[in-house]
């Protein structure tokens, strides 16, 4: 069982920045991809970004490309999204996800989920 607990949700005015930290207790954390994910009310949760076991490779989808960095430190056990530029539609619920089977898109190929975390960006 992984757990995942997410914090460095906010309000930010556009053109902001916050930086979303992901962490976990599982002793295995080094064998997950980790992704975020995120969900606008009245929406589905959508992929954000995904970093691979090494932390060598990493994906984002095209609309947070250039704004967004995620990364990892395995010796901590913690997974961040960097999210620089924000814009009002990236306000959403933020959640951390982990992988057993590979850095992958698809909220059904994350295996744990955090609770997540709010944000909003105002215009």
């Known amino acids: 069982q992984v757990q995942l607990v997410e914090s460095g949700g906010g309000m930010v005015q556009a053109g902001g920045s916050l930086r979303l930290s992901c962490a976990t207790s599982s002793r295995t954390f080094s064998i997950y991809a980790m992704g975020w994910f995120r969900q606008a009310p009245g929406q589905e949760r959508v992929f954000v970004a995904g970093v691979s076991v090494s932390g060598t490779t990493t994906n984002y989808a095209d609309s947070v490309k250039g704004r967004f960095t995620i990364s990892r430190d395995n010796a901590k056990n913690m997974v961040y999204l960097q999210m620089n530029s924000l814009k009002p539609e990236d306000t959403a619920d933020y959640y951390c996800?982990?992988?057993?089977?590979?850095?992958?898109?698809?909220?059904?190929?994350?295996?744990?989920w955090g609770q997540g975390t709010q944000v909003t960006v105002s215009s």
């Open positions: 996800a982990a992988s057993f089977g590979g850095l992958g898109t698809l909220a059904a190929e994350y295996d744990y």
